[in-house]
Antibody, heavy 122, light 108 residues
Framework: EVQLLESGGGLVQPGGSLRLSCAAS????????MTWVRQAPGKGLEWVSSISGSADSAYQADSVKGRFTISRDRSKNSLYLQMNSLRAEDTAVYFC???????????????WGQGTLVTVSS | EIVMTQSPATLSVSPGERATLSCRASQSFSSGLAWYQQKPGQAPRLLIY???TRATGIPARFSGSGSGTEFTLTISSLQSEDFAVYYCQQYNNWPPFTFGPGTKVDIK
């Protein structure tokens, strides 16, 4: 059974940094592309960033480009999101998600974690 | 960027009735369309991909159709566990992957 467990969320001041982690299990981690999706309180889903199974390609939404960096560690079966220069509008639940293919794109998300809440406020 | 819109924003349906949810894309594409269900406090769940293929374990009462700019999710006979928010997402032209704003299906 696929399991994705996010951690690292919390309260941070505007301009601060936070690193989210996602521990993956139940599948061959390096074979699949991974994604972060966020959901602001009471709002819809917003794609944030994706990375290929081999980590040779990564993509970010314009809203986070230059501030957020996605990465993955094959040895630890973990996905990360380094978030810098945080703004109030980054406040959201951040979901770790898996695609059924190795390359980013042209495939849906087939598994989701339960999410971790990031609150940016002074 | 492909912009996704969904209608209606809220759909009130009685248990056992049929529900039809619409999703429209700002640009035409063939089949890179998924539907997700999200219940309060839970993560989304994949229902349909490729516009019309049910994901593993999804009941047959859920069906998807459409191509081009118009897509539809149909729930043939609503069960109590189906009351939730439904999102469409295109993964045909990316980045970015884009979601619709969602349709809330609630009890009439």
């Amino acid at each position: 059974e696929v399991q994705l467990l996010e951690s690292g969320g919390g309260l941070v001041q505007p301009g601060g940094s936070l690193r989210l982690s996602c521990a993956a299990s139940g599948f061959t981690y390096s074979n699949y592309a991974m994604t972060w999706v966020r959901q602001a309180p009471g709002k819809g889903l917003e794609w944030v960033s994706s990375i290929s199974g081999s980590a040779d390609s990564a993509y970010q939404a314009d809203s986070v480009k230059g501030r957020f960096t996605i990465s993955r560690d094959r040895s630890k079966n973990s996905l990360y999101l380094q978030m810098n220069s945080l703004r109030a509008e980054d406040t959201a639940v951040y979901f770790c998600a898996k695609h059924p293919v190795a390359h980013v794109g042209h495939a849906p998300i087939d598994s989701w974690g339960q999410g971790t809440l990031v609150t940016v406020s002074s | 960027e492909i912009v996704m819109t969904q209608s209606p924003a809220t759909l009130s349906v009685s248990p056992g009735e049929r529900a039809t949810l619409s999703c429209r894309a700002s640009q035409s594409f063939s089949s890179g369309l998924a539907w997700y269900q999200q219940k309060p406090g839970q993560a989304p769940r994949l229902l349909i991909y490729g516009a019309s293929t049910r994901a593993t374990g999804i009941p047959a009462r859920f069906s998807g159709s459409g191509s081009g700019t118009e897509f539809t999710l149909t729930i043939s006979s609503l069960q109590s566990e189906d009351f939730a928010v439904y999102y469409c997402q295109q993964y045909n032209n990316w980045p970015p992957f884009t979601f619709g704003p969602g349709t809330k299906v609630d009890i009439k």
